[in-house]
């Protein structure tokens, strides 16, 4: 006997651990997913076979048949799923059922919160899969075998999900895995045939794999020595059938199989094309964003099937990258059967069916928001930022993603974002030619920002913007339906044709008779600002600073930085309201000292008001206190 053979107890690794804890009590409600994930994993595992068989046929060892049988015995109370497919040798059933592959993991698990609720939904987000055998069983034995090694390469993996597993070397004739869950007591049901075929229609009619079930024999019949096997399902790729005859449940399944969702996905779109490139594609919407959805190396992409033949997953090159929260499935008849991730790359087909794919995505995407406003808005809760990488990314859609983007706006009472560019545009006021945006750091700061006083006063929304991306995104729009976009903090104050001739000249008298006061001021910080003037934009505050148009504002200025490249800070523009006291006051004061110190403070505050730093904070504090003693005294 080998070293190898002998028997090995290993432990899981502590994240495993954590996860098999969590789902066992979290996901205890929906406890039957145990069987959709085992006939996915089944399922996957006679697709990978039938690929790599495309190249070595020797690997069906002469048995080319693929299925999937499930045994139950009530008896023994157990359930023993058993495949034909690739099987594992000793270092896969090591590397797949002992750890956890995906990156960021340590950090999800952090996440979560003991709260049952909440957990099973993040735990859905992250993806159950095998683990979760041991929601129903007190102990789980795999037994496999890889396609192509010999009898005496087997390996049994027994494990009662309880921090630890044995790991040994057997013989197995038949290639591929069987898995017997050995049930708790409490959960005969499914080792109960009718129990069992109810379940395993529902999550295998959609999957193209047979899967049978041992033959029952009533009353009279004669139960035969060996046991006899009857398919269960459908066993027709969902795909391949037409979109009328497949239920919306049966999409909803294939869904979970092909994604390793845990939820119902928002929407799915179901397409032939034929023509030059003939291929099929099913693609969904999911419901929640996953754990890993700004992890660069998180996994993306569509599964990909070349004339009904599993290719392989994650096939990033039919979706741009501000749609990889899309799941799904494309099955081309032009592609040929051994099409690498290098051959797709270059495939000029492959640009016009990624360009096509494209735009039934953001079609699906506008019908949603057209015909059920509720769901789209938690579609856009989940992947809104990542959707706004769309304009930079992608010049030719432009116009549609900006359609799609939703927006706070001073219309509304809280930082929901739910108003698109199209009811701006509807609500606009009469003379106005602009579409008035604002960012920040956060929805507070933008909500109280002084920008917003005369829009305020106007009537005129103006929608707010305080994702990390935002600026970026804006960088990128320049104009949506004929109105260009206009950041209200940048550039002199245009309110279009809103304003009477009357406000006009009232503005300009107010501004001349500060004039000297604008001057003495721009001579006294000129240090610290571009420039200093009058401006109308103010009802209430004394002051604002503002950024020439074009400047880079400050949340570009820190995904600039993130990115190594540091961009110089640009001083600001002090525009000063000619109608306020303090201004007026500050106009009157002769004693240089005090304009000195009244002048530096009302430009400390614009800035703090912009959310802003200050580069000597202690200086203010100390005028402040000075003017508040004096105040006092
Ligand atoms: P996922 O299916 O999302 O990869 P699972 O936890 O369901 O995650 O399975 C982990 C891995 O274990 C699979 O990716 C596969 O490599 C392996 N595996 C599980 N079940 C089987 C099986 N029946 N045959 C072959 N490999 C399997
Ligand atoms: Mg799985």
Partial sequence: MSAEAQKETLGFQTEVKQLLHLMI????????????????????????????????????EGQSELQVKITADPENNTVTISDSGIGMNRQDVIDHLGTIAKSGTAEFLSQ??????????????????????????????????????????????????????TIET??????????????????????????LRNLIRKYSDHIAVPVLMEKQHFGEEEKPETPEFEAVNEAQALWTRSRTEVKDEEYQEFYKHVSHDFADPLSWAHNKVEGKLEYTSLLYVPGKAPFDLYHREASRGLKLYVQRVFIMDDAEQFLPLYLRFIKGVVDSNDLSLNVSREILQQDPNIT??????????????????????????????????????????????KEKIAKLLRFASTNGSDDTQNVSLTDYIERMKEGQDKIYYLTAESYNTAKNSPHLEIFRKKGIEVLLMTDRIDEWLMSHLNEFDGM?????????????????????????????????????TKELLKEQVEDVRVTHRLTESPACVVLNDGEMGEQMRQIM???????????????????????LKLDQEQDEDRFGELARIILDQAMLAEGRQLKDAAS????????LLELAG
């Fill in 484 to 520: 260009q976009f206009q950041d209200v903090a940048k550039g002199e104050l245009d309110l279009g044709d809103t304003e009477s001739e009357e406000d006009k000249k009232a503005q300009e008298e107010a501004a001349e008779k500060v004039e000297g006061m604008v001057e003495r």
């Fill in 112 to 165: 979560l919160t003991g709260d049952q609720k909440k957990d099973s939904q993040l735990i859905g987000q992250f993806g159950v899969g095998f683990y979760s055998s041991f929601i129903v069983a007190e102990e789980v034995e795999v037994v496999t075998r890889k396609a192509g090694s010999s009898v005496g390469e087997g390996v049994r993996w027994v494990s009662k999900g309880d921090g630890e597993f």
């Fill in 352 to 397: 016009s069916m990624k360009s096509a794919l494209t735009k039934r995505v953001l079609d699906m995407l506008s019908k949603l928001a057209k015909n059920d406003a509720e769901k789209y808005q938690s579609f856009w809760n989940e992947f809104g930022n990542v959707l706004k990488e769309g304009p930079g990314e992608d010049f030719s859609n």
């Fill in 25 to 60: 009590h979290s996901l205890y409600s929906n406890k039957e997913i145990f069987l959709r994930e085992l006939i996915s994993n089944a399922s996957d595992a006679c697709d990978k076979l039938r690929y790599k068989a495309l190249e070595d046929d020797g690997l069906y």
């Fill in 170 to 195: 057997v013989e197995k004739a038949e290639r591929g895995t069987a898995i017997t869950l050995k049930l708790k007591a409490d959960e005969k049901e499914f080792s109960e045939d009718f129990r």
């Fill in 620 to 627: 203010y504090v100390q005028r402040l206190n000075r003017l």
């Fill in 561 to 583: 930085a993130a990115a190594g490249q540091e961009i110089p800070e640009a001083k600001p523009i002090l525009e000063l309201n000619p109608t306020h006291p303090l201004i």
